[in-house]
């Protein structure tokens, strides 16, 4: 549940700190009041794309958002794989900066995360049910999610083996299509690979090679400054003309041998001076060594330009560096391979192609047989709610697309289906996109969300309000302006009808319909203000007599009939939610 939402400045608001309920949560106001910018915050918080104009004056806007994950299971998961500690274990603070030039900020509990952890715990969280959804209702496309969200966990298994055999399947048959490209593409394949591999083997790059080489260059270009440093090092240890390092050591020594005869606390040191002079002795016997090897070579200086040009030409070509050259030409050797596969090998990739598209053919027919199945009670329980919404006489069934193609699907299966609608007695089902109105479209909606949210929570007691929600279902679901197109006796049936949902989910609905506002457990305002300076949008909590201005604003305006007949409204939705409903305005009407 979303306790409070804290908003500064985003688009026109300024600053807003709101506090929510459980149950429903209504926002109203005028026609572009500002009530879709908090419906944007809220989507905000749960990972849905930030553009850098919502960021108002000043270049940056922040939305911080506290949930109750008390009855998120699958979040509360979820965050703890991600490391997210949850304060009192149950609560999680959501913030979100974003910036003029699209940059954006996200933490969780006060850890940086990416926005893709925040758009998956989002998805455990709330259902955004927009004014865009009508749009999506209308395409048929999205109706396969709507069927199988319905299903159960054996259809969802169902579902997972499906994707699981067309992936396998795709695999395979992906590695038989590179093997038995059109033959004058492979043979061109081929030889460009084949000179690759044969430049890469003619010059035979070693690890750490040019290195190496580059050392060995620059030892030889420096040859006689070496030399002489080298020598002048022998000569300081060895003293050939006067007395070197080691002669003086060798005296400093015997003076210390004297010493020890007398005083034997000295022979500590005396052993250290022994141990130089043996590593002096070294050190002179390595220099002479070094002294000696080294001697120009211009012949050997050349070999090595000419090898290191070779070598950076390879890397030109094949990568920044030699290990890269010869990672690539690991590649290469594994396509060739690939590409020269002898015709069995070619056959057994097929075979193993068609074994597994007849594996996945056998989940995905499995998958359409518990589709089918799950489409009549769903069709079922979908015309129930339709029915408490104001069409009576609707009919409703999930269409299925027959496709005797073998080759067509993909991960969702084979299935192609289509939601019908009949509103009228006498009228065939047909595409909910050719005939269904607006106030249809609203209803049929909110409708399925009611049906889906059936199987949201576990527990068979559904009146229980401290019910969980099962593993990776949403609590909270929010409607923005699902009434539009309705009025009278139907925006009454879907006032009801969000009550209803209220009992078991935290509900926000923008709305303009005073039959909807009227079943708020939490009723907010939105206004917005403006001088010849600035404009600023305003939230206020509404009570007592200010639900009953609103409701008279919303009938058309605040005259006397208007706010006796918004008291009477509040008092007949006090009375239902206190167990004493009234009977439906649909029901009376059938």
Known sequence: MLHELRISNLAVIERAEISFGPGLNVLTGETGAGKSILISALGL???????????GDGG??????????????????????????????STLIVAREISSEGRNRVRLNGRLVPASTLREMGSMLVDLHGQHEHQLLLKSESHLEFLDNYGDAKHQSLRESTRLAWEAYRAAQKQFDAVTQNGQQRAQRLDML???????????????????????????????KLRDAAALCRDALHG?????????????????????ATDGSVAEWVEQLQSAIYQIEDAGEEARAYADSLEADPLRLEDIEARLHRL??????????????????????????????????TDELKKAADKLRAEYSIQAEKLSQSRRELATKFSSEVVKQLQTLAMERAQFQVGFELDNNSENGDANGTDRVEFLLSANPGQPPRSLARIASGGEISRVMLALRTVLAQVEYSGADKSDKNRVPASGRVPIIVFDEIDTGIGGVT??????????????????????????????????????????????????????????????????????????????LLKQSSAQKNGKPAKSTAKNKK
């Open 491 to 568: 925006a009454e049936a879907v006032g009801e009808k969000m009550q209803e949902l209220a009992r078991s989910f935290q509900v926000f609905c923008v709305t303009h319909l005073p039959q909807i506002a009227k079943r708020a457990d939490h009723h907010l305002q939105v206004q917005k203000q403006s001088d010849d300076a600035r404009t600023n949008v305003q939230i206020k909590v509404l009570q007592g007599d200010d639900r009953v201005h609103e409701l008279a604003r919303m009938m058309g305006r605040e005259s006397e009939a208007n706010l006796s007949h918004a008291r009477e």
């Open 60 to 89: 940056k806007a922040f939305v911080e958002g506290a949930f109750d994950l008390s009855k998120s299971p699958g979040a509360r998961s979820y965050l703890e794989e991600q490391g997210v500690e949850l304060e009192d274990g």
């Open 194 to 224: 084949q000179f690759q591999a044969g430049e890469i083997d003619a010059l035979a790059p070693e690890m750490g090679e040019d290195e190496k080489l580059g050392e060995e260059r620059a030892r030889l270009m420096n040859a006689e």
């Open 45 to 55: 918080l749960v990972g849905e794309r930030a553009a850098g104009e919502q960021a």
């Open 240 to 260: 050939d003309e006067e007395p070197g390092a080691i002669a003086l050591a060798r005296q400093a020594l015997q003076a210390a041998r004297e010493i020890e």
């Open 312 to 345: 950076t030409r390879l890397k030109r070509k094949y990568g920044d560096s030699l290990e890269r050259v010869i990672s690539y030409r690991e590649e290469i050797e594994a396509e060739l391979s690939r590409l020269n596969l002898d015709e069995n090998a």
